[in-house]
C-alpha cells in the first residue's frame, strides 16, 4: 500500500502534522510528568462542562493530548492515524479530512460531557456508599441532606469529584478516521494481530463498534472513554452520509 512509501516524509502533510504534534505534546508530559499533569492535562484536558477547570476550548484541545500512564494509549492512536489517515486525506484533500477528524473529535467530546451529565452524580454517591458502609439509597439521603443545609464541605468535595473528571486522547476522532476508511474502502481486507486471516474493512470496524457499546453499557475497563469513541463514529457517519447524499463523498 502506499501509505508505507517514505514513511512519515511520504505522508500528506495534515496527518503527518497531527502525528508530530500529538507526539511532542506527549513527550514535553514525559519530560515533565508535573508539567504534564497539572499544565497540559489541566488546562488542554476535556472537563466536565460542570466543573471550573471546563473551559470551552477543551473540546477540541483534548484530542492532541495523551495519557502518560500509558505509552500504548498515544501509540495505538499515530499507528491508526499512520496506517488509515493517509488514503483519506489523498481521497479528500487536507482541509477536508482535516475537516472531518475534527468534528469526529468534537463529537466525541459532546457525547462525553452527555456521559458525563448523565452519570457524575450516581458515581459520587457510589463513593460515598463505599466509603462509609452505606447502601446507595442511604448515602444518596445522606448527601441530598447535607446538600440542603449547604454544608460547604460536602459541596467542595463534590467541586473536586467534577474537577476529577477528565478525558484525553485522539480516540473519537481516530474511531472516526476508522469508520471513514471502511466507508470509503468497505472491502479492503485488513489483518487483526494474532489472526492472520484478512477481515474486510466494514466488518472490522462494525466489529470495533459492537465491543465499545459492549464495554460502555458494562462497565467493562471504565478508565476507557468508550463512549466518546462511539461519539467519534457517529459523528462521523452522519458527516460520511451527508457527503455521500450530496455527490461529495469522494473528493
Known amino acids: ?77 499515530m499507528l491508526t492515524l499512520f496506517f488509515f489517515g493517509p488514503m483519506l486525506e489523498r481521497i479528500w484533500g487536507g482541509r477536508k479530512f482535516l475537516f472531518y477528524y475534527i468534528v469526529c473529535g468534537v463529537g466525541a467530546a459532546l457525547v462525553q460531557e452527555g456521559v458525563w451529565a448523565l452519570e457524575w452524580k450516581a458515581e459520587y454517591i457510589d463513593g460515598i456508599a463505599r466509603l462509609n458502609g452505606l447502601s446507595k439509597q442511604e448515602a444518596a439521603m445522606m448527601v441530598e441532606h447535607y446538600l440542603q443545609v449547604g454544608d460547604v464541605e460536602i459541596e467542595a468535595a463534590m467541586a473536586a469529584f467534577k474537577n476529577s473528571m477528565v478525558t484525553v486522547g485522539a480516540s473519537g476522532a481516530i474511531f472516526g478516521v476508522l469508520l471513514g476508511f471502511a466507508f470509503v474502502f468497505p472491502n479492503v481486507p485488513l489483518y487483526l494481530f494474532f489472526i492472520p486471516v484478512p477481515v474486510k474493512a466494514k466488518y472490522m470496524v462494525a466489529g470495533y463498534a459492537v465491543m465499545e457499546f459492549f464495554f460502555g453499557v458494562s462497565g467493562t475497563m471504565s478508565t476507557v472513554a468508550h463512549f466518546a469513541h462511539l461519539g467519534g463514529m457517529l459523528f462521523g457517519i452522519v458527516l460520511l452520509l451527508y457527503w455521500k447524499r450530496k455527490g461529495k463523498l469522494i473528493g
Request: no cysteine.
Open 1 to 77: 500500500m502506499q501509505i508505507f512509501r517514505g514513511g512519515i516524509q511520504g505522508m500528506p502533510p495534515v496527518t503527518k502534522n497531527l502525528i508530530i504534534i500529538n507526539a511532542l505534546i506527549w513527550l514535553v508530559e514525559a519530560i515533565s510528568p508535573q508539567f504534564g499533569l497539572n499544565g497540559i492535562i489541566r488546562h488542554l484536558g476535556l472537563h466536565y462542562v460542570g466543573a471550573s477547570h471546563f473551559n470551552p476550548a477543551q473540546v477540541l484541545t483534548y484530542m492532541f493530548v495523551h495519557s502518560q500512564s500509558t505509552f500504548f494509549h498515544v501509540l495505538f492512536n
